[in-house]
């Protein structure tokens, strides 16, 4: 392989891949290599600080003597990473609009693949490096030296990174190759995107059925236990039985890829591409009802983009539940007074800014039409009417997941019928709130020449911010909880706190209301 070819190609992808991070290098004068090699030291960056958040959590955790906790830490990022490799397959082979530009070049087909393989894995990484870390806790605490533990956790990550990546392409590709999907896409995709959540969002459920505590092991996973032994085993035969089974299961995937997708990879995203087009060419039937209508319906056609849903939906459903597992899953008491309400529309207000990011539906909607933004703004229509319909569509979206998710946690939890209404409440306040803020957001880094929707949600930071700020949305919830709970238990002129803590509520949101409907809503009348 060219690593001069494969270098270039990388090169182009990371400024692709994240462009809002490109243009501020740019503005700073940053060109060539010297872009190249600032956006490459922002991907370590995020990558190390990243490492920092998780590892202040799971360093006290003893995975060397605790192999169910390590096997269920090992399954829950593990498919966080298929459903992650999955989707960025599709979007940056399928959905992009950049392999017209490739073939006039003299690159051949398994620089392309590799080359975007690995800004894949870029955006992957920052969602599985908690196994990097459970690997070399293990490794370490089993009496293996530091730069030994290190160097095989690094390894071991790789190969496991690669098998999961290596993995979802035979299964994305196989199924674009079928007559079935080249005729409907969206469905397809739309069924692999259910598949894959199901799966996903029942294996972490499932492996949650355990000890709820971190100072008590869980049941062990047993189809993971294998790599528990190279960690806290490394010269047992099961070790190398282990180690034996990992390089053969890379080896057929990487033949696989080698002889059947990889010689026809042009061919094949050309054809999908262009069937893409066809398809939805000949399904565009437009009902003229009015203009509401037709706005309604043209809003409701953005969202039949299948890598899109998925990427939403995992990003609003499966990333929030694993951090809600991961560090805040607590015994909920039964039979609580009322006076616990408050605590309840509290917790309701931190849950909608865990669930709510930037790839978020609500926080990507304008950008969805493209260069259709400044057709539509141009029309003898109010854009204020235009863009609150867009709002309430988003709005209603992400209000339906979140009290669905509600309703399985509450019912899990066994919650109190008052408690669950208080927590519905204070969830649909702060989905308002903060879908706001998402929307307005959006507005202002809208980008209409995007390629595929990787694009639009590394805006302003990349994975690392959405799951930095999604963990610090977590603290910042799980302290105001502990500290309004302990408040409502010790203090006892309960109705005291509940008013203070209301009037706060009804101020901040009046203050935050006021402050959009001014800065943002009120310059399009």
Known sequence: MNKKQLQ?????????????????????????????????????????????????????????????????????????????????????????????????LPFRQK????????????????????????????????????????????VVFLIVLTIILFLCSLIVFALTKTKLFQEHQNLMMNILMGVTMVIAIGGIMFMSAGASSTTVDRPVI????????????SLSMESGLAWIGLLVILLVLS??????????????????????????????????????????????????????MLQVITNSVMIPIIFIISFAFVKVPANLPLKWSGVFFVAGLAFSGITINQASLVGNLISLDRENFEFIKSLPISMKEYLQRK????????????TIMILILTIILRVDLIMVLALIIGEIWGTYLISQH???????????????????????GG?????????ISILLGVIVIVVYSSAILFINQAWLVNGMVAILIIGLSSWIWHNYQQKFWKKFD
């Open 463 to 471: 994975n690392f911010t959405m799951m930095g700020t999604m963990f």
């Open 8 to 104: 270039a190609l990388l090169a182009v992808d990371l400024r692709l891949v994240n462009p809002q991070v490109t243009d501020r290098y740019r503005k700073k004068g940053k060109t060539g290599s010297e872009l190249t090699k600032k956006l490459k030291m922002q991907f370590v960056t995020n990558t190390l600080l990243f490492m920092l958040i998780y590892g202040f959590t799971m360093i006290a955790m003893n995975f060397s003597k605790m192999p169910g906790l390590f096997t269920f830490y090992v399954g829950l990022f593990i498919l966080l990473g298929l459903s992650q490799s999955i989707s960025g397959i599709y979007n940056i082979f399928f959905a992009g609009k950049d392999l017209a530009s490739y073939l006039p």
């Open 438 to 460: 998402y929307f307005v957001r959006d507005y202002r880094l809208r980008l209409t020449n995007w390629t595929n929707i990787t694009q639009l949600f590394s805006r302003g």
């Open 222 to 233: 047993q189809i993971f236990l294998p790599l528990f032994n190279i960690f806290a085993n």
């Open 111 to 154: 620089e392309i693949f590799a080359s975007k393989i690995l800004i894949v894995s870029f955006n992957v990484i920052p969602f599985t490096l908690p196994l990097l870390l459970a690997f070399f806790l293990t490794s370490w605490r089993s009496g293996t030296l530091l730069p030994l533990a290190l160097a095989l956790a690094i």
């Open 255 to 308: 033949g696989l890829l080698k002889y059947l997708i990889v010689p026809h990879l042009s061919e094949q995203l050309t054809q999908t591409n262009t069937l893409a087009v066809t398809n939805s060419k000949s399904h565009q039937r437009v009902r003229r009802q009015g203009l509401k209508s037709i706005l309604d319906a043209y809003n409701r056609q953005l969202l039949g983009e299948p890598n899109l």
């Open 391 to 402: 709002f309430k569509l988003g709005y209603y979206f992400q209000l339906s997941i979140n």
